[in-house]
């Protein structure tokens, strides 16, 4: 039987799939290795990640389950952000390598007769 309070929508389950789900004893998170399944996956343990959570592991009381979840939100949130930055900063880097390629390369063009 899973507490009313403990249902919900599971934002470690969701950022951090497969790495959520080994510290929550889930080993259905780990379908998320599998082409075709891994991109569902995210959304599936969303949803149903906390309440397999709390069937999968002990927990002392509802409150403790309840912060160790938002503490894995927390953390799946940062890495979210951090990863989200960095992509931008790579694309800005690449761009600006592919425009000084372009740039020097169009500068340096020279004809031979």
């Not at 927390?74 to 952000?81: K, Y």
């Amino acid at each position: 039987m899973v507490p009313e309070a403990v249902k919900g929508w599971s934002w470690g389950g969701f950022w951090l799939s497969w790495i959520w789900g080994i510290g929550n004893n889930v080993w259905i998170a780990l379908l998320a290795f599998l082409p075709f399944v891994g991109w569902v996956m995210p959304f599936v343990l969303g949803a149903k990640g906390r309440e397999w959570a709390w069937q999968n592991k002990h927990w002392d009381s509802v409150e403790a389950f309840n912060q160790t979840q938002k503490t894995w939100g927390m953390v799946g949130l940062i890495l979210a952000i951090i990863g989200i930055i960095l992509m931008v900063l790579w694309f800005i880097v690449i761009g600006g390598v592919i425009i000084a390629a372009i740039m020097s390369g169009a500068s340096s063009t020279t004809t031979t007769y």
